[in-house]
């Protein structure tokens, strides 16, 4: 789950980050208000979840109240295009009005998940407010690293060696640096967070370490024990049919493609979307409905996959285990009769009571195409999305 930066700072400010002071603001009238409050110049920040907001002309520093009603009005309800949010963009729905500072030098920092090493990684550059991508892609030695011991934490000198080389060495801004780095690691840990960054970290010109921007992502397994997190919630920023999927516990993904894809278990989801795209096709969606899913899951995944207009062939590949073939031909079939199945359906099916489940199948008098191999099945599937377009 991803959080909007004025709530991820309300949260970094709980363990002593330091953040600017600034107001969410859903209307011209809140921004008018609340950056005369704050006073000039001030930023009118766009919140959506995405980053190259400033890029995309989505941050305005005005210098009076004038200009930030007027970026106010530009901002609310425009449909923002950055480099993470695709060519349909994101409608802006509310702003952030913060604070200026005087800055003397931007950095950039973020705690993540390093599934290579199985620790949480300090990443650290003085390269901030470029995209870390192309840090790493163009100059990799400019990014520092430092692994998080899972029992000691983020250790002292390991925060003294980062700042050292950012630059942050002065007798006075080491040790408010040691503290922010500290901060922000003890955040990640408590909160659940599979992401955390902060690009830029500026310097200002009296020497202070600031958070100038916040960005958050969540492990949607751990929500259950932070309640507090979970309400921060922003549906508008998500797919609605992902939405919709969270209800059953199902894993859905949409992608660009034009093959729907239905499959249980993780692994063979990406390796029935990697057989779409060697016949030539583009997958849907990654749709995993689980080892445990029962009818009405399987009805309901049936349904989100219907629910994009892009889909034109569905795809379904299981292998019954812990979800039987006759649960899913069973759900199949009920969903196809409920919405009325419009759209090519290729089943290929193995595993516990599959003799059953084709049975089902063959019995509902549906248009069902059957393959015999996840390759066959994939092939089909391109083929019938070919002829449907």
């Known amino acids: 789950m991803n959080i909007h930066e004025h709530q991820a700072k309300e949260l970094l400010r709980r363990y002593g980050v330091t953040t600017l002071e600034g107001q969410a603001c859903f209307t011209v009238d809140e921004v008018g208000a609340a950056a005369e409050?704050?006073?000039?110049?001030?930023?009118?920040?766009?919140?959506?979840?995405?980053?190259?907001?400033?890029?995309?002309?989505?941050?305005?520093?005005?210098?009076?109240?004038a200009a930030a009603r007027a970026a106010a009005t530009e901002l609310l309800g425009k449909t923002?295009?950055?480099?993470?949010?695709?060519?349909?963009g994101r409608v802006v729905r509310r702003l952030f009005v913060e604070q200026g500072c005087a800055i003397a030098r931007e950095l950039y920092l973020g705690i993540v998940v390093d599934r290579a090493v199985g620790r949480v990684t300090v990443m650290a550059s003085t390269e901030g407010g470029v995209e870390i991508e192309e840090v790493a892609a163009k100059t990799p030695e400019k990014i520092l690293r430092e692994v998080i011991d899972p029992v000691v934490g983020l250790s002292g000198y390991q925060a003294r060696r980062l700042c050292f080389a950012l630059g942050l060495a002065g007798k006075e801004q080491m040790p408010k640096a040691v503290a922010f780095l500290t901060a922000?690691?003890?955040?990640?840990?408590?909160?659940?967070?599979?992401?955390?960054?902060?690009?830029?970290?500026v310097v200002t010109k009296s020497g202070d370490v600031v958070a100038l921007d916040a960005k958050i992502s969540f492990d949607d397994n751990a929500l259950f024990r932070h309640a507090d997190v979970k309400a921060l919630r922003d549906q508008n920023e998500e797919d609605p049919?992902?939405?919709?999927?969270?209800?059953?516990?199902?894993?859905y993904i949409a992608l660009d493609g034009s093959i729907g894809c239905m499959v249980n278990g993780a692994g063979l989801a990406m390796a029935t979307m990697d057989s779409v795209k060697a016949a030539g096709g583009a997958p849907a969606n990654f749709l995993d409905v689980g080892g445990g899913a029962n009818t009405e899951k399987v009805k309901a995944a049936f349904k989100i996959i219907l629910s994009d207009a892009a889909v034109k062939a569905i795809f379904i590949n299981i292998f019954g285990g812990i979800l039987r073939c006759d649960v899913l031909a069973e759900g199949?079939?009920?969903?196809?009769?409920?919405?009325?199945?419009?759209?090519?359906?290729?089943?290929?099916?193995e595993g516990t009571n599959v003799d059953k489940g084709k049975q089902i199948l063959a019995e509902s008098k549906l248009d069902i195409i059957s393959a015999a191999d996840?390759?066959?099945?994939?092939?089909?599937?391109?083929?019938a999305a070919g002829r449907a377009a």
């Open 80 to 88: 923002l295009v950055t480099h993470q949010t695709g060519p349909h």
């Open 374 to 383: 996840m390759r066959d099945g994939a092939e089909k599937a391109v083929a």
């Open 241 to 251: 049919r992902e939405t919709e999927a969270a209800k059953y516990d199902l894993s």
């Open 184 to 201: 922000l690691a003890r955040a990640f840990v408590d909160l659940d967070a599979s992401l955390l960054e902060v690009n830029p970290l």
């Open 37 to 65: 409050r704050f006073g000039f110049p001030c930023a009118v920040k766009a919140q959506i979840h995405a980053g190259g907001r400033g890029k995309a002309g989505g941050v305005k520093i005005v210098k009076d109240a």
């Open 332 to 349: 199949v079939v009920a969903a196809a009769r409920e919405v009325g199945l419009k759209v090519p359906l290729v089943v290929r099916m």
